[in-house]
């Protein structure tokens, strides 16, 4: 996550510094720093923030999950943990789901499949710079 949509998705959850820093556990003063781009935002804190940015936008009603969308075979469904734990519109969230065919486990690589995915795009806001909430 970039330090401007570290800021949008804040300015989305309608949080000022302060109160995001109580809401992720870390010091005002890591806020400040993620917003300046003086610190990386850590993989933790993105995980939360886009967590709460999902939670926060309602999911549209009936919303298909991951599995139907992709058209997984079964036989893939069955090894994958959104699957198993029936969370089809959180598969995004959750490490070690299989996508593209292969397992996900590096939280990048898996972000960077996912930002262009339609259940993603589906559950959590834009946030890239010119783009509105």
């Not at 510094?17 to 993620?34: D, N, R």
């Not at 969370?87 to 996508?99: A, D, H, M």
Request: aromatic share 10%; charged share 20%; hydrophobic share 40%.
């Amino acid at each position: 996550m970039e330090k401007k949509e570290f800021s949008k998705a804040r300015q989305y959850l309608g949080k000022t510094q302060s109160q995001m820093a109580q809401l992720l556990g870390v010091s005002l003063k890591a806020i400040q720093s993620f917003e300046q781009g003086w610190r990386n935002i850590p993989v933790h804190i993105e995980r939360q923030v886009l967590f709460l940015l999902a939670s926060k936008k309602s999911p549209p009603q009936k919303a298909r999950p991951c599995w139907v969308i992709r058209k997984c075979q079964m036989e893939i469904r069955q090894n994958c943990p959104a699957w198993e734990f029936q969370v089809g519109n959180l598969c995004w969230f959750i490490n070690g789901t299989i996508c593209q065919g292969q397992i996900q486990d590096s939280w990048l690589k898996k972000m960077q499949i996912c930002r262009q995915c339609k259940v993603f795009q589906t559950m959590v806001p834009p946030l890239k710079t010119g783009l509105r909430l």
